[in-house]
């Protein structure tokens, strides 16, 4: 189709047609010209204080100076090689683990999966005797923060998620009446009280002495929402999956645990994956609610910062910048699912 | 020991021991609470209700003063999680479908223009645009001297939105009870007009009366009742409006995230449904020589809206779930004056906390509720 045909068919095909694309035209027009010239034309990029922001644009001499704080939050300055260090080790350990090539890379995302988190933490917090400075939680934040909080929150809600799914359709009764309770439990209600209750309830339902960290507090509540959520985009996957699949393994004799671990999760987890994806995209957004509990993950540091009497009303950048970086992931993510979706229907013929 | 290899008695053997363990944990969890709220002398039970809360509400529709209750209180923050849902669910469905339409026209730019608006606001968390509305579009907006004003009756500055109100509301009582006749008139000659096609093939414009009645009339019912009554006009004294009903910013900035929100769920939902409908359906639907409009009206939305209505409905869910995020910028719903304002004068955690979760629970069990009847009414008979 040459481009002429085609502006004729999809712009222009009737009278009223042209006038909605040429109405449509002057207002993308009209909000795009002024937005560009205060973002990047009339924008201030360099300086280091208010008063290097004269033009009319975007001062995002407020963003450079802010960096560092937007990214770790008041980790102390001296010591971020520690985040840069834990954050290089999950990039590699991921790349590796998604090299098709990689022997025996099933039992190696085992290990990482188990080992990697507990190094991870062990370095970002320091003390218990590595010789590290002890680096409270209180002092973590910023995107340090909101990457620690998804990814700790889904490393326990996956597992749990999937256990969640599998009890829903087990054959004994108070496992499946178990399973349906916690999940229609957690979806029911809003994650902002599932939040405000693990800060207020835990330290209470806990011995005393035994104190749980504010942090820890929060992974487990989002981690027990979003677990209930992911049951049901896993349920999805197990639905789809048919009977006769388990019926031949009970035939050739293996036994629960192995028809799920060999059979039925390989191929249902891969029919859920992109709604299970969503969810994980739903968990990055919703760890902006620490907010509540007074946590400082990107939104919260971007929040905060626009108290600071030296850079009054930079609300506008601030929030731009925020907003790209979750925008930028989000849309990363449900982007590569979707491509991943597209080329396993096309490697099954579909 | 032969019988542990019955497969019943196994099953029965692992729940039991699995009961154990949660009512033993459950136990260590209650028994721990308990020894912490004496040790630091937090009361219990449920009389802290019936005290007077001596919190302020700024913002409220149920005339509740300080000095009233606690549970008056509560009432005051269901009042304005429910206001506040079901205005953003009125204006998120509208704005959703209309998106969700534009995404499948034919015309590219208007359904590339409907994309992006939907995979701007799915990628972004709500919690964002709350504080983007409330401390970058409301806090930049000008003082009260110089509002936007709507027509002269409604005024948008940086104290909210101030809405003119009813001096009485007989006017506006006869115009709802006017639209109600005419609906049920609607539905009346609906009724007859089917059957009577039924009987002998004769074709009422059973769609084009509706517009009228359901539609032109309704319009003109409230406009009579509205012109029948006295208002109450906010107008400029001094550096304030007087009169009428202001919404807060904190109002106006919770509806605005919520509405636009939701609106880019309930766009792809809309979608989804359309684009189940087969193509096949629609062709044959044109070789019986169906007109567009009765295409749409007999073939697409019947079988469109019953894979709409349930994500729908988890989405209207999600709404009401997610204004609990007004706690943020403390707009005095559920989560705000009674998990926030009470449970800080009362320190009766678990005993509030209980409460709202019942509360959110409940509704979110209404709403199930009625989607599972409404599936199963609605289900396509397919042969």
Redesign the interface.
Known sequence: MTAIAWLRQRLFATPLDAAITLVCAYIVWRISVPLVHWLLLDATWHGTSRDDCKGSGACWVFVRVRFSQFMYGQYPVPERWRVDIVGALWVLVTAALSWPALPHRRSATFAAVLVLPIVAIVLLHGGWGTGLRLVETREWGGLMLTLFLTIYAGLIAIPLGILLALGRRSCLPLVRFASVVFIEFWRGVPIITVIFLASLLLPLIMPTGFDVDRLARAVIGLAFVIAAYMAEAVRGGLQALPEGQIEAAQALGLGYWRIQRMIVLPQALRIALPAMTNEVIALFKNTTLVLIVSIFDLLGIAQAALADPAWVGMNMEAYVFAGTIYWLSCFALSQWSRRRERRLQHAHGR | MKFLRDRKVR?IL??AA??VV?VALLWF??R??S???V?AGIASGFQFLWRDSGIEVPFNLTGYRPSDTILALLWTGIVNTLLVSAVSIVVATAIGFTVGLLRLS?????ST?AGVYV??V???????FI??WY??VL??LPTPRESLGFFGVAFLNRRGLSIPTPDDLTGLRLALLAIVGLVAAQWALARWARARQARSGRDFPTWLVGFVTCGALPVLALALGAAATGWDVPTLRGFNYRGGFVLVPEFVALFAALSTYTAGFIAEAVRGGILSVRQGQIDAARALGLTSGRIVRLVVIPQAMPVIIPPLTSQYLNLI??S??G??IAYPEI?AVF?GSA?VSTGQ??EI?AI??AI??TL??AVSLFMNWYNARHRLVTR
């Open positions: 099953d692992w729940q699995g009961a949660l969890f209650v721990n609470a020894e912490n709220m040790r034919r015309n590219w730019l208007l223009l995979e701007f799915r990628n972004i968390p709500l919690l964002f504080l983007f401390f970058g806090a930049a779930k997610n609990s995020l706690a943020a989560v998990m449970l955690s678990i906390i709202t979760l959110y629970l979110s069990l």
